[in-house]
């Protein structure tokens, strides 16, 4: 029985030299006669097998080679344990940054832009019709009015207040709402002499 093995075993090897196989094919299950002595006798006896018919093998193209040469013929040796990549630092944990709002945008101011001695002179004259329609209501302050010099008086109030609250971004604006109160109190002021 052991004769048997060692042939089996020895065309296993040469039949798989010859072909170039990469992969080495598995061996074959032991004969049941090692594990159980009466299995030996219905076995048959080396005469009775007959070896595979060898049939000429046309040459095949070589397959790629892939790896080095040590990798190639070391057919069932087993992968190699991967390297463990060294550690790198863990990634930061994202910060939660939250967007600043948008500083506020002044829109752009319409009009002339005017130079420091401009606005000096804008300044001085709307100081100067506002006290001067100041003036002119301050005269008639005692005086009956009637509706309309009443709504009038309104008007001109509402005129230098608008001036006033203009001033700060339009100097030409407040400028003539400023000439405006001063006209309609000194009409009014005339009206009363």
């Given at each position: 029985m052991l004769r048997i093995l060692c042939i089996v075993v020895v065309l296993v090897l040469?039949?798989?030299?010859?072909?170039?196989?990469?992969?080495?094919?598995?061996?074959?299950?032991?004969?049941?006669?090692?594990?159980?002595?009466?299995?030996?006798?219905?076995?048959?006896?080396?005469?009775?097998?007959?070896?595979?018919?060898?049939?000429?093998?046309?040459?095949?193209?070589?397959?790629?080679?892939?790896?080095?040469?040590?990798?190639?013929?070391?057919?069932?040796?087993?992968?190699?344990?991967?390297?463990?990549?060294?550690?790198?630092?863990?990634?930061?944990?994202?910060?939660?940054?939250?967007?600043?709002?948008?500083?506020?945008?002044?829109?752009?101011?319409?009009?002339?832009?005017l130079t420091q001695d401009q606005q000096r002179e804008y300044n001085t004259a709307i100081d100067q019709s506002l006290s001067r329609a100041q003036a002119s209501l301050g005269s008639i302050g005692n005086r009956s009015l009637s509706r309309d010099q009443q709504s009038l008086v309104e008007q001109i109030r509402s005129f230098m207040q608008q001036a006033q609250d203009t001033r700060k971004t339009d100097l030409q604006g407040a400028k003539r709402l400023a000439e405006r109160a001063d006209v309609l109190a000194g009409d009014l002021a005339a009206s009363f002499r």
């Open positions: 040469v039949e798989s030299s010859c072909h170039r196989h990469k992969v080495a094919s598995p061996l074959p299950p032991l004969p049941a006669a090692t594990a159980n002595p009466k299995a030996a006798q219905h076995v048959p006896p080396p005469a009775q097998l007959e070896p595979p018919p060898k049939i000429p093998a046309a040459p095949t193209p070589a397959p790629p080679q892939v790896g080095t040469p040590a990798e190639l013929y070391q057919v069932n040796r087993p992968p190699e344990p991967k390297k463990p990549r060294t550690a790198a630092a863990p990634p930061a944990p994202p910060q939660s940054t939250v967007p600043a709002p948008p500083a506020p945008v002044t829109p752009p101011r319409l009009g002339d832009i």
